[in-house]
């Protein structure tokens, strides 16, 4: 399977920063796109960004553009989300999976999910 290790998440105030890290496990990431996704307690796991194989294109949710980049250093197999002018609805345990991208849309690959990194955004 494509695991993933995910993390960088913290408490952070409203307005503040943090650098989310994917490091990918056992496999190559340059083969692939790949998507950050998060859950919040109650809701339902939504995307978040994903990024193409060579780091060209780029996509993100509403609620995000403008604030978050996602990145991604395949010599280090790592992706990352650069998380700016952090507000508490960005409060969620965040993921990163391989994605299917059609057009502005990405969807995770699999139904697998790792173990997540906590941001909290808090006063």
């Known amino acids: 399977q494509l695991q993933f290790v995910e993390s960088g998440g913290g408490l952070v105030q409203p307005g503040g920063s943090l650098r989310l890290s994917c490091a990918a496990s056992g496999f190559t990431l340059d083969y692939y796109a790949i998507g950050w996704f998060r859950q919040a307690p109650g809701k339902e796991r939504e995307g978040v960004s994903c990024i193409s194989m060579r780091g060209g294109s780029t996509n993100y949710a509403d609620s995000v553009k403008g604030r978050f980049t996602i990145s991604r250093d395949n010599a280090k197999n790592t992706v990352y989300l650069q998380m700016n002018s952090l507000k508490p609805e960005d409060t969620a345990v965040y993921y990163c999976?391989?994605?299917?991208?059609?057009?502005?849309?990405?969807?995770?690959?699999?139904?697998?999910w790792g173990q997540g990194t906590q941001v909290t955004v808090s006063s």
């Open positions: 999976a391989v994605v299917v991208v059609i057009g502005t849309v990405w969807s995770p690959l699999y139904d697998y």
